[in-house]
């Protein structure tokens, strides 16, 4: 198996912009989350979705940020209008069950001007 | 409300030797703990984990153990190679999925 597949793997965009992050799970899998990683404040759960149904989106920092699971194979991260203050890294990963191992994808590196 | 702890941002260590990370959490619901590492420009990987209901779990140089009354975590990398090298989370899982922190950087100086 690939693993969980992220693109692109580096984003560089200006303020205003609409950003989409796109993975692909590894197949089988029926959770998946997206997570964003800050100096300051580490590894934080943005969302996650369980067979293509968000289950707990409180982690989304604010109404720019949006995400969709159209299919098992296919989810996006989408921020409308970006900010300098979302500069960081994105990773996709996706599980077995809710609470076990999760697999990461190498994240997306986003750096908004 | 941090509920993971790793109080130590940064470790070195000499090759060899051993590296001991730690981690506390503060949710009394948890009760399946992970470990991952994280290499630059990498997504975190899976290394060890351990079940509530045991107090130490061992694979290779790596031992994970767990003191449930002091709700204290830490991992044990015995001996130390460079490639030990990386930033350790400590996810617990409970009532939800992983809560993952800043995690701690060991560093294993040859």
């Known amino acids: 198996d690939a693993g969980v597949i992220q693109s692109p793997r580096h984003e560089v965009t200006e303020m205003g912009q609409e950003v989409t992050l796109r993975c692909k799970p590894i197949?089988?899998?029926?959770?998946l989350f997206w997570y964003r990683q800050t100096m300051m404040r580490g590894l934080e759960l943005l969302i996650y979705f369980n067979n293509n149904v968000p289950i707990d989106d409180s982690g989304m920092p604010e109404d720019r940020f949006s995400a969709k699971m159209p299919n098992a194979s296919f989810s996006t991260l989408k921020i409308q209008p970006s900010e300098p203050r979302d500069s960081a890294v994105y990773f996709c990963?996706?599980?077995?069950?809710?609470?076990?191992?999760?697999?990461f994808g190498p994240g997306t590196r986003l750096t908004v001007t | 409300d941090q509920q993971v702890k790793q109080n130590s941002p940064s470790l070195s260590v000499q090759e060899g030797r051993i590296s001991i990370l730690n981690c506390d959490y503060t949710n009394s619901m948890f009760d399946y703990f992970l470990w991952y590492k994280k290499y630059p420009a990498e997504g975190p990987t899976f290394l060890i984990s351990?079940?509530?209901?045991?107090d130490k779990n061992e694979d290779g140089r790596f031992t994970v153990f767990l003191n449930k009354s002091a709700k204290h975590l830490s991992l044990h990398i015995v001996p130390s190679q460079p490639g030990d090298s990386a930033v350790y989370f400590c996810?617990?899982?409970?009532?939800?999925?992983?809560?993952f922190g800043k995690g701690t950087r060991l560093s294993v100086i040859a």
């Open positions: 990963a996706s599980s077995l069950w809710e609470r076990g191992e999760q697999y």
């Open positions: 351990i079940s509530s209901i045991k």
């Open positions: 197949s089988g899998h029926d959770y």
């Open positions: 996810p617990p899982s409970g009532n939800t999925p992983l809560v």
